[in-house]
């Protein structure tokens, strides 16, 4: 069963999103937003053609796939998929993905 793995960049953009969604929207929003965000990573670990594929602007074998405010960036594997960063859409993904890859 193919599965999604977070690199530790991703896991703290999954703190930052669920600290900003607490503060504005409160602990029950927050839960559901996360949970969806993951219903969408085990799609793509099952889907990864899924994604928009980035290969001349965000390098090589980069999709992206959209969740409300949000953009899941990853890469596929042979078991799933890896993400890279959940950026908030009006982030430039450039500036955060480079360090990242």
Known sequence: MPAFRLTPQAQQDLLAIRHFTVEHWGQTQSRRYL???????????????????????????????????????????PAGITVLAILHQAMVPHRHLEQRL
Do not use: N
């Open 35 to 77: 949970e969806q965000l993951r219903e969408i990573m085990h799609h793509l670990a099952d889907m990864p053609e899924a994604g928009k594929a980035h290969f001349h602007d965000l390098g090589e074998e980069i999709r992206s796939f959209p969740y409300a405010s949000h953009r899941i960036y990853y890469r596929s594997r």
